[in-house]
């Protein structure tokens, strides 16, 4: 991936978010399941977001959250060696926020080659704060270089977490919870995962996990999150699978380990 990568995914999340901000006091809001909303908004920044990935990038693919674009090729999704570059787009991550006209909401743009996620974009418009990475080169918010906390106590630490829309007393998700809740210093459920993941990885949150997102969510932020020094692995301590991510991150090997621990 290099620079005219990266100056595409901006323009395209800039544009992106250009939408949200045109509609966030007058949207129309429909639930895609129970308690999992889609708002125009979603639909006008992706196709935004798309138009300008796609037309410098005609020959990529493209994965979405919205109209019907979630699956890689399987030539993608093996990580064949003439598998096309694909992008892959939260147009919103953060909806009920939006919806709820709440600030933590972004743009989110991964890009997916050679096996794995190789560059990240996620912009938050209200916050201004763009937070990009390219595989190897490190990772930056408004042009400033950042990096993962290093905490290493669970009793020091702030973590986040992801809930499943419509999440019950009774869910796994709830007693892991329950385990961190207990030990440490606090803990959020801030509503967006790519921010979650840009916050661990400028050392705002010491720790997040998700096991119930999607490759969109995550993706941009596997980058941002893996370039800005955070321990990144599957929530139980294996690989993270990029299409499939059941993960945790943190700011130190050593918070990680006690964190794998508990959710597990």
Known sequence: MDAKHLEVAVAAAHAGAVELMA???????REKAPKDLVTDADLASQKAVRSILMDAFGSY????EEEGENDPPATVRRGDADAPPCWVVDPLDGTVNYVHRLQSFAVSIG???GGKMQLGVILDPVANELFTAIDGQGAQCNGKAIK??????LSDSLVACSF???VKAADPEVAKFLRVLEQCRSL????????????VASGRLDSYWATSVASWDAA?????AREAGAVLTAYDGGAVDDW???????????????????LT
């Not at 993962?148 to 106590?153: L, T, V």
């Not at 991510?245 to 964190?259: D, I, R, Y």
């Open 23 to 29: 509609r966030r006091d007058d949207r129309v809001v």
């Open 61 to 64: 693919a493209f994965v979405g």
């Open 111 to 113: 890009l997916y080659a």
């Open 148 to 153: 993962a906390s290093g905490c290493k106590e």
């Open 164 to 166: 499943p829309a419509g």
């Open 188 to 199: 959020r459920r801030l509503g967006s995962c790519a921010l979650n993941m840009c916050y």
């Open 220 to 224: 941009a932020g596997i980058v941002i």
């Open 244 to 262: 499939l991510p059941k993960f945790c991150v943190s700011g130190s090997n050593e918070l990680h380990s006690s964190m794998t621990k508990l």
